[in-house]
Nanobody
Framework: AQLVESGGGLVQAGGSLRLSCVAS????????LGWFRQAPGKEREFVAG????????TYTDSVKGRFIISRDNAQNTVYLQMNSLKPEDTAVYYC????????????????WGQGTLVTVSS
């Protein structure tokens, strides 16, 4: 089982990027999915999560109204649409999955992707 992210890159402040995370090896249905990020010198933080049971999305306060998490069950893919990007959004973004809860809990993450770098220039 693995998660593979893509879509990172360099963008100017105010721009947009869409990250993708493809799941394989039986990881997707009935898994809580989420995106985390880690900026240089900082700890990894939760960005957005998507409940597999209710479809409810949750976001950290700093990205509310700018980022949208979604999933395509047919493609086993979870997306993170990032709009109005700010320099402080610069980080390595990680996709994560866990099956113990309907909404992702970081301490119960079973699978991490390799990460994709997002750099926002001012």
């Amino acid at each position: 089982a693995q998660l593979v992210e893509s879509g990172g890159g360099l963008v100017q402040a105010g721009g947009s990027l869409r990250l993708s995370c493809v799941a394989s090896g039986g990881v997707f249905a009935n898994y809580a999915l989420g995106w985390f990020r880690q900026a240089p010198g900082k700890e990894r933080e939760f960005v957005a999560g998507l409940s597999w049971s209710s479809g409810k999305a949750t976001y950290t306060d700093s990205v509310k109204g700018r980022f949208i998490i979604s999933r395509d069950n047919a493609q086993n893919t979870v997306y993170l649409q990032m709009n109005s990007l700010k320099p402080e959004d610069t980080a390595v973004y990680y996709c994560a999955a866990e099956s113990r809860h309907s909404t992702i809990v970081v301490t119960d993450v079973e699978l991490w992707g390799q990460g994709t770098l997002v750099t926002v220039s001012s």
